[in-house]
C-alpha cells in the first residue's frame, strides 16, 4: 500500500487516475460477493449467522462505548477549555 | 447509504449463489483472491498518494486533533478486548481484527475473510455496518452523554465521508477539520491493525 502510495504521488501529473476510485469500488464489490459465496456455501456459518449477528453486534457497543469513552477524555482534557 | 446498500446487495447476492452452489467451488480459488487483495492495497495507496487535498490537510493538523484518532483506536480496541472475554469462540487478537475495522467495512470484512475465515469475516462486515448505522443514528445521545467529539469516534473511519455530513449537523463546524483527518489517519490504520491482528 505504501508503495501505491508513492507511485500516486509520482504520478500526480497525469489525469488519468481519476477511475481508481471506481475500480477500487468495483474489486470491493467482487471481494464482498466472493465473501458471500463462500460464505453460502459454508453449512456452518449460515446455520449460525444469528449467533455471529449476536457477537458482531457486542464487539461493535464494545467498540462504540470504548471510544465514545476516550473521545469524552480528549474531550475534556484538551477541548473543552479552548471553548467560549 | 446508498453505498453501503450496494454492498450489502453484492455480499447477499453471494450468499444466494453459495447456497445455490452455481459456481464450483474451486473456481476463483484463495490464491486469485490474495493477489486481487494486493492489487487492492495498491490501488488504495495510489488514491492516497494521488490525492493533493489529502495529504496537505493531514500537514495542516495540529497536535490536539491527533489525539482524537488515538482515542479512537484506544477506546475501540479496549472496549472490543473486553467483550472478547464474553466470546470465547474467538481469541482476543481476533476480536480486535474485527474492531480495527473502525466502519470500515468492505476492506476489513475482505481481509479478515483472507486470513481468518469466511465466519469471522462476516462477524467483521456486519459489526462494521452496525458501526456506521450506530454512528448516524445515535449522533445526538453521543454528542449529550460523551461531549463533541465522541460523534466523530464512534463514527471511526467514516468520518471522513458516510457519517461527515450528521457530525457537522451535531458537532459544529469547526469540527469539520477534526473529522476529516480523524477520517483518514483512522483510514490508514485499518490495513495495517487488521493484517496485525490477524497474523498475531
Redesign the interface.
Known amino acids: 500500500m505504501l508503495f501505491g502510495v508513492g507511485v500516486g504521488i509520482l504520478l500526480r501529473s497525469t489525469p488519468k487516475l481519476k477511475h481508481t476510485g471506481k475500480v477500487i469500488m468495483v474489486v470491493i464489490y467482487a471481494l464482498l460477493f466472493l465473501l458471500g459465496k463462500e460464505a453460502g456455501e459454508d453449512d456452518r456459518i449460515m446455520s449460525s449467522l444469528d449467533t455471529l449477528g449476536v457477537q458482531a453486534l457486542l464487539l461493535t457497543l464494545g467498540a462504540v462505548v470504548g471510544s465514545a469513552l476516550c473521545a469524552k477524555l480528549v474531550y475534556n482534557l484538551f477541548f473543552k477549555k479552548h471553548e467560549g | 447509504m446508498k453505498g453501503s446498500l450496494?454492498?450489502i446487495g453484492?455480499?447477499?447476492?453471494?450468499?444466494?449463489?453459495?447456497?445455490?452452489?452455481v459456481?464450483p467451488?474451486g473456481f476463483?480459488s484463495e490464491q486469485i483472491?490474495t493477489y486481487?487483495?494486493y492489487?487492492?492495497?495498491?490501488?488504495?495507496?495510489?488514491?492516497?498518494?494521488?490525492?493533493?487535498e489529502l495529504l496537505r490537510s493531514l500537514r495542516k493538523t495540529n497536535w490536539?486533533i491527533l489525539?482524537?484518532p488515538?482515542?479512537?483506536i484506544?477506546?475501540?480496541?479496549?472496549?472490543?478486548?473486553?467483550?472478547?472475554m464474553?466470546?470465547p469462540?474467538?481469541t482476543m487478537a481476533e476480536?480486535m481484527a474485527?474492531?480495527s475495522g473502525?466502519g470500515y467495512y468492505?476492506?476489513s470484512?475482505?481481509f479478515i475473510?483472507q486470513y481468518k475465515g469466511?465466519?469471522l469475516?462476516?462477524?467483521?462486515?456486519?459489526?462494521?455496518i452496525?458501526?456506521e448505522i450506530?454512528a448516524l443514528l445515535?449522533t445526538p445521545l453521543?454528542l449529550r452523554?460523551?461531549?463533541?467529539?465522541?460523534p466523530?469516534?464512534?463514527a471511526?473511519a467514516t468520518s471522513m465521508d458516510t457519517t461527515l455530513p450528521i457530525i457537522t449537523q451535531y458537532s459544529g463546524r469547526d469540527y469539520v477539520l477534526i473529522a476529516i483527518s480523524h477520517g483518514i489517519i483512522v483510514d490508514l490504520t485499518v490495513?495495517f491493525l487488521v493484517t496485525f491482528f490477524c497474523s498475531v
Open positions: 450496494i454492498i453484492f455480499f447477499v447476492l453471494g450468499i444466494i449463489v453459495g447456497l445455490g452452489k459456481i467451488e476463483l483472491s486481487v487483495l492489487a487492492l492495497m495498491f490501488l488504495v495507496g495510489v488514491t492516497i498518494g494521488y490525492d493533493k490536539r489525539f482524537v488515538l482515542a479512537t484506544v477506546g475501540t480496541l479496549g472496549g472490543v478486548a473486553l467483550v472478547s464474553l466470546l469462540q474467538w476480536s474485527v474492531g473502525f468492505s476492506l470484512s475482505i475473510t469466511a465466519a469475516g462476516t462477524i467483521a462486515l456486519m459489526s462494521n452496525m458501526r450506530i445515535a453521543l452523554w460523551f461531549g463533541r467529539l465522541a466523530i469516534s464512534v471511526g490495513p
